[in-house]
């Protein structure tokens, strides 16, 4: 996913603050599982979350206002009550690694309690974390 660095991601000095990054994570997360025909947006209104448990991320060099930047993100760990994915923000410009990531994410119902993914998501997800790596 392709994203160009908007001026409010950025701090005085116009470099990409580190808050920015977790969206970023977000959008690349959604598109990958809707690239694979998997809709965020009908697992939702399906009453199913997947609630961030944790996010780490290494900055590897910087980023700055108007860069274009590649988000990379790719499932890494699916099981009934945990699904992990890793990210690579790249300045494809010149190359640069900017950042990398992975989150892992709950399942969880309407009321925030942590549930088993059911099979509708499980299987899609397990079929993917073994096909596209």
Do not use: C, I, K
């Not at 206002?65 to 988000?71: I, T």
């Not at 760990?77 to 992975?102: I, K, M, Q």
């Amino acid at each position: 996913m392709e994203l160009r660095v908007r001026f409010v991601e950025t701090d005085q000095m116009g470099v990409v603050h580190h808050s920015a990054y977790v969206p970023w994570f977000e959008a690349g997360r959604v598109e990958w599982l809707r690239e694979r025909g998997l809709s965020y947006r009908e697992m939702e209104d399906s009453g199913l979350s997947l609630a961030v448990a944790s996010v780490a991320v290494a900055y590897r060099s910087a980023a700055y206002f108007d860069d274009l930047l590649e988000v990379r993100s790719h499932l890494t760990e699916v099981r009934s009550r945990r699904v992990a994915f890793d990210y690579r923000v790249s300045r494809p410009a010149d190359g640069a690694l900017v950042a990398t990531a992975t989150t892992t994410h709950v399942p969880t119902d309407r009321t925030g309690r942590a549930v088993r993914l059911p099979d509708r998501w499980l299987t899609p997800m397990l079929e993917l974390l073994a096909t596209n790596p």
